[in-house]
Nanobody
């Protein structure tokens, strides 16, 4: 299974970006998907989660709630993260990850089986 993120870049505070993560080599529609991020010198942290259908459940970290939206297109094997009203503190490498079976947690790194290589998001003030 391979995950490839794209869509990162350098933007000013208040701008928007949409990240994409294409999954290949597996059954995307059976995976629960998450986005994490890692800022320099910090631990990788949970950002958002979406259920297999994209409708049953979505969850967000408090720091991004109301600004970020996760979605998926099972026909395109792709999960998205729409990021609005970006802040300098959103600067990080963003990773998508796949859960291939039901886990107790959606917010811990260890509950995911596959990871992408990450895409850099930099927000200037």
């Amino acid at each position: 299974v391979q995950l490839v993120e794209s869509g990162g870049g350098l933007v000013q505070a208040g701008a928007s970006l949409k990240l994409s993560c294409v999954v290949s080599g597996g059954t995307f529609s059976s995976y629960r998907m998450g986005w994490f991020r890692q800022a320099p010198g910090k631990e990788r942290e949970f950002v958002s989660f979406v259920s297999r259908s994209g409708v049953a459940a979505t969850y967000y970290a408090d720091s991004v709630k109301g600004r970020f939206t996760i979605s998926r297109d099972n026909a395109k094997n792709t999960v998205y993260l729409q990021m609005n009203s970006l802040k300098p503190e959103d600067t990080a490498v963003y990773y998508c990850a796949a859960q291939t079976s039901i886990r107790m947690s959606y917010a811990t790194r260890s509950s995911y089986d596959y990871w992408g290589q990450g895409t850099q998001v930099t927000v200037s003030s």
